[in-house]
T-cell receptor, first 113, second 119 residues
Framework: NAGVTQTPKFQVLKTGQSMTLQCAQD?????MSWYRQDPGMGLRLIHY???????DQGEVPNGYNVSRSTTEDFPLRLLSAAPSQTSVYFC????????????FGDGTRLSIL | DQQVKQNSPSLSVQEGRISILNCDYT??????FLWYKKYPAEGPTFLIS?????DKNEDGRFTVFLNKSAKHLSLHIVPSQPGDSAVYFC??????????????????FGKGTHLIIQP
């Protein structure tokens, strides 16, 4: 089972560059989310989606865009990378039934120089 | 304002003994609580959860206790094993009761507790 797959695993960008972090899940989960984890911090929600065509902002959405054109994919776009976006990014998915846990990918470690 | 708090950044426990990890929350709308375990360079792995209609949930060596009046939950690991050494995150969510899909606004995490099991 692939579960939640994130690519790339590592990326270094220069300030001002743009890029897309990919996330795909093969569990037919309706819910998908993006989190970032910074040193000494828990995971913070960036954006989430409850189904194809529906997205919404989380706690820290500024500087990021998302779209959900299919159930399987939920890419995260950095429009103009800033050093403050250096972080580890995790994608998660869960089924749309009561009390279903979120399943996480292994993360993308992103450094902005 | 941190809505989910794990006040112990680290905890060291001897192998075979009980590990108790604590978590406090402030948002009374939280109805569903989860514990995740995380190894370095991996994503968080779901461990155990509890709904607010229960005060205890058990799964093998892992038990989660919920005290709603105190807004406190704890994770007990008995007996602790070397493979339990990891960072443990407490997370909370407002339960999604809407068939339209609204309200599923993701998880709110604590900062984590690094559990070290000493041989």
């Amino acid at each position: 089972n692939a579960g939640v797959t994130q690519t790339p695993k590592f990326q270094v960008l220069k300030t001002g560059q743009s890029m897309t972090l990919q996330c795909a899940q093969d569990m037919n989960h309706e819910y998908m989310s993006w989190y970032r984890q910074d040193p000494g911090m828990g995971l913070r929600l960036i954006h989430y989606s409850v189904g194809a065509g529906i997205t919404d902002q989380g706690e820290v959405p500024n500087g990021y865009n998302v779209s959900r054109s299919t159930t399987e994919d939920f890419p995260l776009r950095l429009l103009s990378a800033a050093p403050s976006q250096t972080s580890v990014y995790f994608c998660a998915s869960s089924a749309r039934r009561d009390n279903q846990p979120q399943h996480f990918g292994d993360g993308t470690r992103l450094s902005i120089l | 304002d941190q809505q989910v708090k794990q006040n112990s950044p680290s905890l060291s426990v001897q192998e075979g003994r009980i590990s108790i990890l604590n978590c406090d929350y402030t948002n009374s709308m939280f109805d569903y609580f989860l514990w995740y375990k995380k190894y370095p360079a991996e994503g968080p792995t779901f461990l155990i959860s509890i709904s607010s209609i229960k005060d205890k949930n058990e799964d093998g060596r892992f038990t989660v206790f919920l005290n709603k009046s105190a807004k406190h939950l704890s994770l007990h690991i008995v007996p602790s094993q070397p493979g339990d050494s990891a960072v443990y995150f407490c997370a909370a969510r407002v339960e999604d009761r809407s068939d339209s899909g609204g309200g599923a606004d993701g998880l709110t995490f604590g900062k984590g507790t690094h559990l070290i099991i000493q041989p």
